[in-house]
């Protein structure tokens, strides 16, 4: 089966421009989270996604950062007036959640470039 | 303070010189412990879970094991290939949380 996959592998932008990232979980995973890691850093969590519960979005690092979930299925995060701290690799993960393993599945990541 | 603590931060092994690699973590109600790989330019790939003291998971030249305050990642033999950021996250029982706390990971190369 499919592992999870996120669009595009690759995003430059100018400082101040909006970008939406998005990820496709593995079918049937109902957990979805969210990261930001950037160079020779940690995994930084953003948000987390539990079937029809509401997000836990304690890790948006501020109000331009903003992300919905449709059908309980793909994710897009978005990025508003993005600025050049903004720059990192995203990632996606997805996991069984409450009715399975909680052991995360991660996309490639996108790596966001702002100019 | 970090909750979760990986250590070395690097380490450099010659092809089957064996090692450990450390995570240690300072909150109690451990409720899953995670190991991960991840490669250049990659996502992390799920490895292990642990979520008792004593128990040990394998694969290949891997072993995973747990105590109260700490898990090892053991490589024996390793080769090459094994070069990559081994990353440790830890799930705690506080508010029922399902979000994980990843260290900051250990970078290993294995010179052939």
């Known amino acids: 089966g499919a592992g999870v996959s996120q669009s595009p592998s690759n995003k430059v932008t100018e400082k101040g421009k909006d970008v939406e990232l998005r990820c496709d979980p593995i079918?049937?995973?109902?957990?979805l989270y969210w990261y930001r890691q950037s160079l020779g850093q940690g995994l930084e969590f953003l948000i987390y996604?539990?079937?029809?519960?509401?997000?836990?979005k304690s890790g948006l690092p501020s109000d331009r950062f903003s992300a919905e979930r449709t059908g309980g299925s793909v994710s897009t995060l978005t990025i508003q007036r993005t600025q050049q701290e903004d720059s990192a690799v995203y990632l996606c993960?997805?996991?069984?959640?409450?009715?399975?393993?909680?052991?995360?599945?991660f996309g490639p990541g996108t790596r966001l470039t702002v100019l | 303070e970090d909750q979760v603590t990986q250590s070395p931060e690097a380490l450099r092994l010659q092809e089957g010189e064996s090692s450990s690699l450390n995570c240690s973590y300072t909150?109690?109600?451990?409720?899953?412990l995670f190991w991960y790989r991840q490669d250049p330019g990659k996502g992390p790939e799920f490895l292990f879970t642990?979520?008792?003291a004593g128990e040990e998971k394998e694969k290949e030249r891997l072993k995973a094991t747990l105590t109260k305050k700490e898990s090892f990642l053991h490589i024996t033999a390793p080769k090459p290939e094994d070069s990559a950021t081994y990353l440790c996250?830890?799930?705690?029982?506080?508010?029922?949380?399902?979000?994980?706390?990843f260290g900051r990971g250990t970078s290993l190369i294995v010179h052939p």
């Open positions: 993960a997805s996991s069984q959640g409450l009715a399975g393993g909680l052991e995360q599945f």
């Open positions: 079918s049937g995973h109902t957990a």
């Open positions: 996604f539990q079937g029809n519960s509401a997000p836990d």
């Open positions: 909150v109690s109600g451990l409720r899953g």
């Open positions: 642990l979520y008792s």
């Open positions: 996250a830890v799930r705690f029982s506080s508010g029922g949380s399902y979000i994980p706390t």
